[in-house]
T-cell receptor, first 117, second 109 residues
């Protein structure tokens, strides 16, 4: 099956600093990648949808300037949490879908646990 | 607004009992429906999608367009089925994939 890798799997950062999370599709090209946030014992909340070569589409209530998404290639999308604060601590998950028709299901990364201290 | 509802947060059954995890959706258009599963300490993975009409690990799901439901069923639950289950409609035309709140299934011995 298709593999999606996230890096890092865990990160601790100081309040006020920025953190970059990478999402890579290892064996397929991904036109679309999704970024989710998961709170403890809660469902996945879609933050944004990123399409290769264009600006990400953010969900209502998600700050674009706080959560910067870049999808510069068909195998890599990055999420940068800028000026992180303790309330940004969470589990961030990416998923990717193959390019082509018909569109396929999404494959998920293992997630990144962000802790802001 | 696009909405997907999984009414049960927690579901507990005994091994060998039938299980049904409910999913209702409210979408303008015809989404494709998926069920994803997350076992303890593992990433989300696809369980099944309605378009393939297959049975995975004994689970099936029937799309009922009239009731806009896509309930997941298994006639005889096993302990290894204990996991979080998410229903997810996907709209291809706007590339939108959201998840229901999830149902935590616990299968007791």
């Amino acid at each position: 099956g298709a593999v999606v890798s996230q890096h890092p799997s865990r990160v601790i950062c100081k309040s006020g600093t920025s953190v970059k999370i990478e999402c890579r599709s290892l064996d397929f090209q991904a036109t679309t990648m999704f970024w989710y946030r998961q709170f403890p014992k809660k469902s996945l909340m879609l933050m944004a949808t990123s399409n290769e070569g264009s600006k990400a589409t953010y969900e209502q209530g998600v700050e674009k300037d706080k959560f910067l998404i870049n999808h510069a290639s068909l195998t890599l999308s990055t999420l940068t949490v800028t000026s992180a604060h303790p309330e940004d601590s969470s589990f961030y998950i990416c998923s990717a879908r193959r390019t082509g028709s018909p569109p396929t299901e999404a494959f998920f990364g293992q997630g990144t646990r962000l802790t802001v201290v | 607004a696009q909405r997907v509802t999984q009414p049960e947060k927690l579901l507990s059954v005994f091994k060998g009992a039938p299980v049904e995890l409910k999913c209702n959706y409210s979408y303008s258009g015809s989404p494709e429906l998926f069920w994803y599963v997350q076992y303890s300490r593992q990433r989300l993975q696809l369980l099944l999608r309605h378009i393939s009409r297959e049975s995975i690990k004994g689970f099936t799901a029937d799309l009922n367009k009239g009731e806009t439901s896509f309930h997941l069923k298994k006639p005889f639950a096993q302990e290894e089925d204990s996991a979080m289950y998410y229903c997810a409609p996907l709209m291809y035309n706007n590339n939108d994939m959201r998840f229901g709140a999830g149902t935590r299934l616990t299968v007791k011995p």
